[in-house]
């Protein structure tokens, strides 16, 4: 009986390691390569190790645990510096569409932003094309496409999503009815409601990134 478990903790370790190690790959395939579905990128990494039959692939919290190692490691300065010019410019964009509730979500409101990282925002129209009026009239070039997302885990649905760019960085822009202002999408990550900050609360977050910036400069 003792071998038997001792057997399936050495199958546990391994396995374990093995999560490891693709999450690390899976991580590398997103931060290099510009991967953002996490289901694509640990099949992509398991398959490019040599390990398509295997028994436990990392879970999407894992992989998001990689991508911020990797990001500290390869990037350091340059991700703390980038995330701030794109929450900087995020703002901007939120006060331009004001008018439309504008949560920011994502990879800029987390921090966990890579190279490849699109500012995302939740705007709530009805209809959604006053987001075409407000676009052309600030003249900003979009294009326009239907995004899933999921309301609950067993259900998602289509809305209206824009994409533009604003100085060096592209914006995804869904557009969620008013009957939906209160309630987030679920997060492809953890399946929880997706974190999300309005503009006040943007500010609030430069505002004290740019205080510790201060006060961390030699006297």
Request: charged share 30%; hydrophobic share 40%; net charge positive.
């Amino acid at each position: 009986m003792r071998r038997k478990s001792a057997v399936r903790r050495t199958e546990r370790g391994a396995d374990d390691q093995l999560r490891i190690v693709l999450a690390q790959e899976a991580a590398r395939l997103i931060c290099d390569h510009g991967l953002t579905d996490y289901l694509a990128a640990k099949h992509k990494a398991a398959e490019k190790l040599g390990l398509a039959n295997v028994r436990a692939l990392p879970n999407n919290r894992e992989i998001d645990a990689a991508v911020a190692e990797h990001t500290r490691i390869f990037r350091g300065d340059l991700q703390a510096s980038g995330l701030q010019e794109m929450r900087a410019t995020a703002m901007r964009i939120m006060q331009l569409l004001e008018m439309f509730q504008p949560r920011l979500t994502g990879a800029v409101l987390s921090g966990n932003i890579t190279g490849h990282s699109v500012i995302e925002l939740h705007l709530i129209s009805e209809p959604a094309e006053e987001i075409d009026r407000c676009l052309t009239n600030a003249r900003i070039s979009y294009s326009s496409a239907p995004r899933r997302l999921k309301l609950q885990r067993d259900r998602s649905e289509e809305f209206p999503a824009y994409r533009f760019r604003i100085d060096s960085f592209e914006v995804l822009a869904t557009v969620l009815p008013e009957r939906r202002r209160m309630h987030a999408p679920l997060s492809p990550v953890d399946g929880r409601p997706m974190r999300r900050a309005r503009l006040k609360e943007l500010q609030q977050l430069l505002a004290a990134a740019s205080e510790a910036d201060d006060i961390s400069l030699p006297l």
